[in-house]
């Protein structure tokens, strides 16, 4: 039978978070195709309204279900996940020099981010299993670094090193919550420093070159330092109430890359300043206060560690993107939560959303 406690403890406040936020994404996806000087991509708002609209309902049917099912199946989902890379390698369509999209029924869908998903679950049911005071020993930290290190050189291989990168880094996050012991933290610290400078001659020409211009963008102004410096003139000429809606001149004339994807924030901070961009960063910040405290509140430690682990995931993304546009990291390819373009992005944060709701709607009820 339905529980009425269901409803009681429905999240409202995270719902209409999420509602302000995906107005505003939609609203500045608008500007970011509309604005420019050749409108052909104007069909992509539409494609996003369809996604947001299949985003929704995978959100509603993700906290439907008991959140504990996730632990049953975490396995079967986390394998489901791999096959897919595996399949992409094989058969993804090759776009912009890189093999990362699968067409499956006339729908091009990136598995990459749907293991995002699959490896915090994973981690959670293997955590929660195992979380103690006294902290993870090196020994029981091989399953889990085994769990991450096979999307993560799938991923690598498409290429997609920064996805594969902020997979560790959301892995790391959650281990660190749970708690690593003194002595193998020292390990892995050792360890890290050690091998990390070395995966520089693993880099292919076009990582380098980021990663250089993120050191200097003024290297190669005209070249690969082109676009974070013309992101940077959009950011600073919205000054602090922005241009106006439709107004920016950077988006309207071109010069921003991939405006309603990495560099869409950018789009926003033109043309509403620094008054609409300190308001899109509260209401981030308003979604991991909520995220957290979920996790706070919960009184098993697979849903602890599983909010945790989503909170980090969107946490990580907001800033890489963010901090993208405005030079603070290198240019990795990072979607901004809600806001950039794409559908598999969309349907993985609003499953996300919906696994929250579905932990804060049961986190004080015992089944």
């Known amino acids: ?40 991509q104007k069909v992509l708002h539409a494609r996003q309204l369809i996604w947001y609209g299949l985003g929704f309902i995978a959100m509603i049917i993700s906290f439907l279900f008991h959140y504990k099912a ?29 093999r990362r999209w699968l067409t499956i029924f006339s729908i091009s869908i990136q598995p990459s981010e749907l293991v995002k998903i699959a490896v915090i679950i994973a981690l959670a049911k293997y955590y929660s299993n195992l ?21 993560f050189i799938l991923i690598v291989k498409q290429p997609d090193l920064g996805t594969a990168m902020l997979i560790v880094l959301i892995a790391a996050s ?38 250089l211009t993120f050191l200097n963008p003024d290297r ?31 988006n309207a004339f071109s010069f921003l ?3 309603h994807t990495d560099f869409i924030f950018s789009v926003l901070a033109e043309e509403w300043g620094f008054t609409g961009s300190v308001l899109l960063l509260f209401a ?16 098993d430690s697979f849903g602890t560690i599983l909010a945790v682990g989503i909170t980090t995931m969107l946490t990580w993304e907001i800033f890489i993107n963010i901090g993208m546009v405005a030079g603070i990291v290198p240019v990795v390819g990072i979607p901004l939560p809600f806001i950039s373009y794409g559908g598999s992005s969309l349907l993985t944060v609003m499953i996300s959303i919906g696994i929250l709701m579905n932990i804060s709607m049961r986190r004080f009820m015992h089944q």
């Open 284 to 299: 981030f910040l308003m979604l991991i206060i909520c995220g957290l405290n979920i996790a706070y509140g919960c009184r």
């Open 70 to 98: 996730l632990e049953r199946w975490s396995g079967v989902f986390y394998l489901f996940c791999i096959l897919l890379l595996i399949a992409v390698l094989f058969f993804g369509r090759y776009i912009g020099g890189s």
């Open 1 to 40: 039978m339905f529980d009425r406690r269901l409803v009681q403890y429905f999240d409202w406040g995270l719902l209409c978070l999420t509602l302000i936020i995906s107005f505003i994404g939609l609203l500045t996806l608008y500007s970011a195709v509309s604005a420019g000087i050749s409108t052909p």
């Open 220 to 250: 190669d102004p005209l070249g690969t330092g082109y676009h974070i410096i013309q992101s940077k003139i959009a950011i600073g000429s919205g000054m602090l109430y922005g241009k106006g809606f439709l107004k920016g001149t950077q």
């Open 131 to 151: 979380a103690k005071t006294t902290g993870l020993k090196l020994k029981e930290l091989l399953i889990p670094c085994l769990l991450i290190a096979i999307p």
């Open 174 to 211: 959650i281990t660190c919550f749970v708690k690593i012991e003194k002595r193998t933290l020292i390990y892995i610290i050792t360890f890290c420093g050690i091998t990390v400078p070395s995966v520089w001659f693993f880099l292919k020409d076009y990582q380098k070159q980021r990663i």
């Open 257 to 259: 890359p991939e405006e």
